[in-house]
């Protein structure tokens, strides 16, 4: 089923470059990286070893710089989608209906966020920020949202939000997403603080889609015209979860800096 606000589905960020990156953490290193950009090594100079020379020392110190780095540089924002609702459910187990009581079905999924920001040259555990995850159903459905194909209004099934705790992590139990028309199998999530919103997607390898999509309850809708992340305008591999299997269930961690 093709979504009616594709429109809404359009990249808003993008990856900070070496420069961006550097340029963060101390005006030391940006101007470092400057002074091996292509236009800078391209300065004449004396002699042709001397600007070898040069290359090579100040490709090696950028090399070593970038090595430095802390490990939670932050991740691509992208766009929120038509499908965020502020429910305001504090939960961690999102699976249900709170009006009913009803569980959707599915291997059951643990994703765990471990947020943190980045300071100086080093990450910094974030504590106290609200992590909002929501997604679509084995079937491709999301809750409390009206489609050509579906109303689900006033149902919020797979969603809701946790706070980070003093280490930055935040746990959430659902399922694994099934698909839709017109885009890669994908989560949304939302990192808020009093001052800051950081709204991206998390990817699946297609590999275990296929697999996973074998299962019922996913299988009674196929694989048919399931989009692949390559053909997936928004997808990033930075945002592709690396998912663990234990019998039927499925875990990921995702880690992530905010910039100061």
């Known amino acids: 089923m093709k979504r009616q606000a594709d429109s809404d589905d359009m990249p808003i960020g993008r990856i900070l470059s070496r420069r961006e990156i550097l340029a963060l ?15 800078a090594l391209a300065s004449p100079s004396s002699t042709a070893a001397q600007q070898t020379s040069a290359a090579a020392t100040t490709a090696a110190a950028a090399a070593s710089s970038l090595a430095a780095l802390p490990s939670c540089i932050v991740r691509p924002a992208v766009t929120e989608g038509p499908y965020f609702v502020d429910e305001k ?6 699976r249900s209906d709170p ?3 009803a569980v959707k079905d599915g291997a059951q999924f643990a994703l ?6 980045v300071t100086g040259s080093a990450c910094a555990a974030l504590s ?10 084995a079937l491709g459905v999301y809750s409390d949202a009206t489609d050509p194909s579906f109303n689900t209004k006033g149902q919020k099934f797979l969603r809701g939000y946790q706070t980070t705790d003093g280490s930055g992590k935040a746990q959430f139990t659902t399922i694994y997403p099934g698909w839709y028309q017109g885009r890669a199998v994908h989560i949304h999530f939302k ?6 919103e950081f709204t991206s997607q998390l990817f699946f390898d297609d590999a275990l889609n296929t697999q996973v999509f074998a299962q019922s309850p996913y ?8 989009m692949r992340n390559a053909a997936d305008g928004i997808y990033n ?7 663990t299997k234990n019998g039927n269930a499925y875990a990921a961690t995702f880690t992530i800096g905010l910039a100061s």
């Open 112 to 117: 765990t966020f471990l947020v943190s920001r």
């Open 128 to 137: 106290g920020a609200t992590v909002d995850v929501w997604h679509c159903d």
């Open 219 to 226: 299988s009674q809708k196929g694989t048919q015209g399931i």
């Open 237 to 243: 591999s930075q945002l592709l979860l690396t998912v």
């Open 25 to 39: 953490l101390g005006g030391s290193g940006a101007a470092l990286l400057a002074a091996c950009a292509p236009g």
């Open 89 to 94: 459910l504090n939960r961690s187990d999102i």
């Open 191 to 196: 990192i808020r603080t009093t001052t800051s």
């Open 99 to 101: 009006s009913t009581g």
